[in-house]
């Protein structure tokens, strides 16, 4: 098979559906050109080129998780170079660490981040956010009892940042925003996800035909 034909499949990229939002993500997945899987235990994982964490309760979201053995395969996974987006509370699972203290967690990139940061009072609004790595028209964001980012380590690249606080960054093909750019048809998040998961999917079809290459001498 050529690599042209190697490519013309869809990448498949999981959405965590243990907790939170599903279907926002699949129609962006699908608008970027992926094939959306709902992740609810370790096996789900199998074929996946790339995850999406949304939003809802990081705490829920992680207990469930780490019942069914789940969190822990992501980690693993994560570990290993699975490129991953997480939105919101799929931002505060993918840090090293809370503020608010311990919580189980993926980890993966790091950051501390504080939760419910901007506030109970406000707890949602909308704002538009300049990220300049996505290009020059800003982010609609959807802020929902929104995180934002307290430390950054000296691999990550701090992407956006709202009220003098970090909201998007990224370190490697990890990418996190405190704010939820799927409710608001921003699509270049996910477009960066299924980007590197095509990216991804291409490398590991080479090597495959590298080992048939080197299995048939
Ligand atoms: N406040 C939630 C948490 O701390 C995150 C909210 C969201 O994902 N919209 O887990």
Redesign the pocket.
Known sequence: MTKAVASLGRPRVGVLAVQ??FAEHARALAAAGADAVEVRAPADLGGLDAIVL????????GLVAEGSGLLAALRERIAGGMPALG???????LARA?TGGAQPLIGGMDIVVR??AFGRQVA?FEAPVSVPALGEQPVDAV?????WIEEAGPGVEVLAEHAGHGVAARQGDLMVTAF?PELSGERRFHEWLVGRARDRRDAADEGGRRRDRVGAQ
């Open positions: 939170g939002a949304p939003g809802g309760e990081s705490t829920t979201l939105t919101c509370a799929g931002m505060i699972v809370t939760r419910n949602s802020f929902i009892r929104a995180p939820h």
